[in-house]
C-alpha cells in the first residue's frame, strides 16, 4: 500500500452526492492500479451506493463521518462544530500522513478554512491560493488565485506566480511558462494600488518568466500559462468564463438543430465539433488545487459529476507523483537566501 496514492474523496459533498462522488471513486479506481481510495461520509449511505458498482474492493475503504457540512454554513463555525463530518474527517487524514491527498466538491469556504487550519499551509508560504485550469487557445493556462484570499499583498501575488509556475512546468511540462498579471491595460503605469505595486516585484523575480499585464480579452488566447490575481477578480474571471462557455455550447448547439439543413451539416462536423467543445467543459481538467498546503486539497465544483471527480483524483496522483508539495517547499528555501 506504501507505494499508491491515497486520496480520501468526499463522499457527501456537492450537489450529486453519494452518487456522483462515489461513481467517480470508482471509476479512477478501475482505469489506475496505482490509486487507493478513502470514501468519507455516511457509511450505509456510501455502500448502498457501491452496491451499484464492481470495483477492487482491496483498494478501497469507507471511513466513517456521521455530520455533513452544508455549503450555507458559515466555515469556520462549521469545522469547529461538525469535527464527525465527512470533510474533517478527509482533512485530518491528510494532516496525520494517512492519506495523500483530499478531494471535495463540498462548501468551497469550508475546504479553503480546513485546508489552511487543519492541513496547515507550508512554512514560509503566505497564502494558500486556488488554483484551476482553464482552457485557451493554446491548451490551458492556469487562474491564481480564483477564490481563496480576496485581500492580497504584492507579497501574496509573488508567491502565487512563483508556485503557479512550478505547477505549469512539473504538472503540465511547460518550459518557462509565461507569467502575466490581470490588468485593465498592457502598460506597465496602469492599475490599481495592488497590481501597481505587485508588478516591480514580479518583474524583478528572477526565477520567475514575467510577461507583463494581461487584459481579460487576452487570457482565453493563452497569452500567459500563469495568470496572476487576487481571488475577487480571479473567482469573477472564472465565473464569467464558465458561463460564457456555457451558452455557446448551448446556442451552437441550439442553431445546429434549428433547420432541416443544419441538422444534415450537425451530422457531418459532429465528431470535430465533439472534440472541439470538449476542450471547453471545465469537468476535463479536475478540480482546482489549493497550493501551498502540507498535504494535496482539490476543490471540485459544487455541481460536480463523476467526471470531474475522476479527473481531480488522476490529477492528485500526478500531484504526488512529481512531488509539487516539495518542490514548492525547495523553491521557498531557495528564495529565502
Same mark, same amino acid.
Given at each position: 500500500m506504501s507505494e499508491l496514492v491515497r486520496v480520501v474523496v468526499d463522499a457527501m459533498g456537492g450537489d450529486y452526492a453519494p452518487e456522483e462522488p462515489v461513481k467517480g471513486a470508482v471509476e479512477a479506481l478501475r482505469e489506475n492500479q496505482s490509486i487507493f481510495i478513502y470514501l468519507a461520509g455516511k457509511e450505509d449511505v456510501i455502500r448502498r451506493e457501491l452496491k451499484k458498482y464492481t470495483y477492487?474492493?482491496?483498494?478501497?475503504?469507507?471511513?466513517?463521518?456521521?455530520?455533513?457540512?452544508?455549503?450555507?454554513?458559515?466555515?469556520?463555525?462549521?469545522?469547529q462544530k461538525k469535527k464527525d463530518s465527512s470533510l474533517v474527517a478527509g482533512l485530518q487524514m491528510v494532516r496525520k500522513g494517512e492519506a495523500d491527498a483530499f478531494v471535495s466538491s463540498g462548501s468551497t469556504g469550508a475546504v479553503l478554512v480546513g485546508g489552511q487550519v487543519i492541513v496547515r499551509k507550508i512554512p514560509g508560504v503566505e497564502r494558500a491560493p486556488l488554483a484551476p485550469l482553464i482552457p485557451t487557445e493554446r491548451g490551458v493556462s492556469l487562474l491564481i488565485d480564483c477564490g481563496a484570499n480576496v485581500d492580497a499583498r504584492p507579497s501574496h501575488l509573488l508567491q502565487f506566480a512563483a508556485m503557479g509556475s512550478i505547477y505549469m512546468e512539473y504538472i503540465l511540462g511547460v518550459k518557462k511558462p509565461r507569467v502575466a498579471i490581470v490588468n485593465i491595460g498592457a502598460e506597465e503605469e496602469k492599475g490599481n494600488a495592488l497590481v501597481k505595486e505587485t508588478f516591480p516585484l514580479l518583474k524583478e523575480c528572477r526565477d520567475i518568466h514575467f510577461v507583463g499585464n494581461i487584459e481579460a480579452r487576452d487570457i482565453p488566447k493563452g497569452k500567459a500559462d500563469v495568470i496572476v490575481t487576487e481571488a475577487f477578480v480571479g473567482n469573477v474571471i472564472l465565473k464569467l468564463y464558465?458561463?460564457?462557455?456555457?451558452?455557446?455550447?448551448?446556442? $451552437? @448547439?441550439?442553431?445546429?438543430?434549428? *433547420?432541416?439543413?443544419?441538422?444534415?451539416?450537425?451530422?457531418? $462536423? @459532429?465528431?470535430?465539433?465533439?472534440? *472541439?467543445l470538449k476542450s471547453f467543459d471545465a469537468s476535463e481538467y479536475g478540480g482546482a488545487p489549493l497550493l501551498g498546503l502540507r498535504g494535496l486539497v482539490v476543490k471540485t465544483h459544487g455541481s460536480a459529476k463523476a467526471i470531474e471527480i475522476r479527473h481531480s483524483i488522476h490529477q492528485c496522483v500526478q500531484f504526488q507523483k512529481q512531488e509539487l508539495n516539495q518542490k514548492i517547499q525547495q523553491y521557498l528555501r531557495l528564495s529565502d537566501r
Open positions: 477492487p474492493e482491496d483498494r478501497l475503504k469507507i471511513v466513517p463521518a456521521s455530520q455533513v457540512i452544508e455549503t450555507g454554513e458559515p466555515p469556520a463555525a462549521a469545522i464558465e458561463g460564457v462557455a456555457s451558452v455557446l455550447i448551448h446556442e $451552437v @448547439k441550439k442553431g445546429m438543430l434549428s *433547420t432541416l439543413r443544419s441538422k444534415i451539416g450537425a451530422l457531418l $462536423v @459532429k465528431p470535430a465539433l465533439k472534440e *472541439t
